[in-house]
């Protein structure tokens, strides 16, 4: 067990550093401002890291305050994730008030039922609960970026290559530490070490992601919407599509009438 | 047996997957709403249908088979349900032409009503569902007049609501003109 845990804390300082350099860009960039719960919750990780080494370093790796401590930094990260998750989905659809208004309402929904559904159906061991909590969360954060995603598909809507990056990043880290949290419970119990290495390998996979979308694209500048037309054309460009839409509607109703008289 | 981390893992995997899916870019090129009601202007393939219902019924191929003209009746038929699927190439393109401006209003709304865009996602998926059973149909040489009459009451169905939608558009626009209006005369009446 020891080569693997001396080359999961070589990759786990590759990502400490990593996060570094992320956070470095976000401030270089000036995306502070507009990422501020991306840019806290990186600044969150690094901060988790330093606690685990400290922690590892003067308490026993197995004992109920290492534990404690550990899990609690990732129940802070966790919730940090989700926010920056959230930013994220404002940033896209905010400008949209109406879509907004609805993705609110079904993406929390979605994320809520999945996180109940993740409670409901886990493991009910003491041993696993925390285990079982991490996991519902990552699968309700991974639901909602996929959602989220899925709204702005169906609605054709322009997505940003940095915030897509960064919803990528988001949603593969969270469906494979699903899947690694998985296996563990399943199969790999006795293999904790190597679990833990599969999720930082995981996480500077996302975090190589993070920073070349950070690194390469610019920030957004202003959309084109159409919410930006007056309200005059707004209202004359519906009556202009309710004409049209009502001379194809009579069409086809009258072709439906002919169609019934036939034999 | 403990199922759960079994189900986790295929979660994981169904999103992945529609990750993928969602991630990648947009085929359909995105109109603009000038473009998108333009096309709504444009003549509609569904007006040809009573013709094509006609061309698909078997009493009108059957003279051909009274003078022993079978093979030629064959070929016929043949031609007749390619065109009629070709058609409903068309019907369907003029469906996403009708959706399309549905999202593009649902975009510029200032409000969205849930229920109607479930409505119209549930729509689109029997929609989908339908022309996929009509093809087999054609294909399979059965008689698809009763589909043909469900696809064309759902595009009937999707007019009435994009009307309905635009109209409660055109209010709330209206409604906020005159809101405006009122507000900037009470503000140069208080000056």
């Not at chain 2, 995105?30 to 003549?43: N, Q, T, W, Y």
């Amino acid at each position: 067990m020891s080569a693997p845990l001396t080359l999961r804390n070589v990759f786990w300082a590759a990502t400490s550093l990593g996060e570094v350099v992320l956070i470095f860009y976000l401030i270089h960039r000036r995306l502070v401002r507009s990422h501020l719960w991306l840019s806290l919750y990186f600044c969150c990780t690094v901060i988790q890291s330093a606690l685990g080494v400290i922690t590892y370093s003067l308490l026993d790796f197995g004992s109920a305050a290492t534990r404690d401590i550990i899990w609690s930094s990732q129940a802070v990260v966790i919730t940090m994730r989700f926010s920056a998750v959230c930013e994220m989905a404002r940033r896209i659809l905010a400008r949209y008030v109406g879509i907004w208004a609805l993705a609110q309402r079904v993406l929390l929904i979605v994320a809520a039922g999945v996180l109940s559904y993740a409670a409901v159906f886990s493991e009910k061991r003491l041993s696993l609960m925390i285990l079982t909590v991490d996991r519902g969360a990552e699968l309700a954060i991974a639901s909602f970026i996929v959602g989220l995603l899925l709204f702005a598909r169906y609605y054709l809507l322009e997505i940003d290559p940095l915030d897509r990056a960064l919803a990528i990043g988001f949603g593969l880290y969270s469906c494979f530490y699903v899947i690694n949290d998985s296996l563990l419970e399943k199969w790999m119990e006795p293999y904790v070490g190597f679990w833990g290495f599969m999720d930082v390998i995981t996480f500077l996979a996302s975090l190589l992601i993070w920073i070349q979308a950070v690194r390469a694209y610019a920030p957004a500048l202003e959309f084109v919407t159409f919410r930006s037309t007056s309200s005059d054309r707004y209202g004359a460009l519906s009556a202009e599509v309710n004409v049209r839409l009502r001379l194809l509607n009579d069409q086809l109703a009258q072709l439906l009438r002919s169609e019934s008289t036939r034999p | 047996m403990n199922l759960a981390p079994l189900f986790f893992i295929f979660a994981a995997l169904v999103l992945l997957g529609l990750l993928a899916y969602a991630v990648r870019p947009i085929e359909k090129r995105v109109l603009s709403p000038d473009s998108v009601f333009e096309a709504l202007s444009g003549p509609r393939h569904s007006f040809r249908l009573p013709q094509i219902l006609q061309s698909l019924q078997p009493s009108d191929t059957e003279f051909l088979e009274r003078r022993g003209l079978r093979s030629l009746r064959q070929r016929v038929r043949s031609e007749r349900t390619q065109i009629a699927i070709r058609y409903l190439n068309h019907l369907e393109s003029d469906y996403e032409t009708l959706l399309e401006a549905s999202r593009i209003l649902a975009v510029m709304s200032p409000e969205v009503v849930p229920m109607q865009e479930f409505e119209r996602l549930r729509l689109s998926v029997r929609f989908a569902k339908n022309c996929f059973l009509m093809r087999l149909r054609l294909r399979a040489g059965l008689a698809p007049w009763k589909g043909f009459t469900t696809i064309s009451d759902m595009t009937t169905t999707m007019s009435f609501r994009m009307e309905s939608a635009t109209s409660q558009i055109g209010l709330q626009s209206a409604l906020a003109a005159d809101r405006a209006s009122f507000m900037k005369e009470r503000g140069s009446g208080g000056r």
